[in-house]
């Protein structure tokens, strides 16, 4: 394991998911949790280590993110470097690595070689590569202890070049061997993962049994300041720990960052650390210039999503408005045109019908900007 001090083990959650996953009657799940609240983190040093280390499962992982790495070409060298007999520690190291831009799939010179560029997208190999993904998945199937992949920042297939052939291909191959193959896809946009999940015509639709990452609680601060006590030989008071964990909505980023701060300046106050950590954030996360790129109807809005208004839409959401603006609130469709403008953007999510701003981090930084920026 990379970090194995400062990874708090999400015990009861990855016994359960493991268990569903490779015994329950549905062969895939979909995780969402929002972003920055450890998912990958999940993903990799909870569910996976799991399934490997202890338990002897194959496990793959590929994330769907870096969006100039081709996802069909990327998929097939996951499953290829699957079949590869390796520990899991080295996997993970690899996995966090960039991947290579070109792969030999295949026995070295034999016939049955193939090359491949991930940087190219390859639209008219689509139909071939993905019979070479289905027969590497054929290999890697295995119903005594199924393979599991971890398929990370899935909603970004759906807008990839050839995303709806590869999923419809990718169900495919999974539906044919449901007791071989168990996957977990995650997303941190509910609607990116509606769209693949939830659309009655996509090719994944309902393939996926829905899961959210529980957040953490007091027991990972806890962890935490046991391990900061170990590393830096200091001991922090827990309640403080804790109203900082609460003000950044249980953040594990943060939350580590700050404690980096106070490790390296021993004479820090809490408090100013804490101030301090919340600006470098801002900073690293550029959350100032996504402000100043939004026209001042879609920063009022967003602030309105931040607070959790109840009707954004409705009188409340409009009486904010004017407060906020000083101008008259637009009508309901207005506003919620101005919504979806900052949805296209990535920054508000729908949950439970709900709109939200996607990023916790960012919601906790537009509360605290005095109103008169808007
Ligand atoms: N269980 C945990 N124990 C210790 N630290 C954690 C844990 N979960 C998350 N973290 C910390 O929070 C950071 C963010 O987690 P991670 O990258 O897994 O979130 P994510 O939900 O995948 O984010 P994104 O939406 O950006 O993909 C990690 O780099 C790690 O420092
Ligand atoms: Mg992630």
Redesign the pocket.
Known sequence: MI?PD?????KPFTHDTFVALTRGPVPAMSLF??????????????LGHHAAAHYGHRVLYA?F?QTSVAPLSLLIYAVSEALRPRSYADRVADWLRHPPIKVRIGSEKGPGAVELDLSDPREAQLGQDLLLLDDLLGQLANPEKPAILLL??VQELATAPGGTEIMAGLRTALDRRRDGLRTVF?G?SQIGLNRIFSTRDAPLYRFAAPLT?PP?GPD?VT??LAVFHRVFQRRLDPATALAFFDRFAG??????RWLMTLGQYRDLPEDKAADQTADALAHDLDFDRTWLDLQPHHRAMARILAERAHDPFGATGAARYETLTGQPAPIPQTRQSHVRTLARRGLADQWDREWRLT?PLFEAWVLDRPEAEI
Do not use: A, I
């Open positions: 970090r400062w990874h708090y083990p999400r949790g929002p972003r920055r609240t450890g998912k990958t983190e999940f993903l990799l040093h909870d994330s993110w990370d920042e995650t941190s990452l953490l990972f962890h935490q953040n594990p980023m943060v939350f580590q990023d």
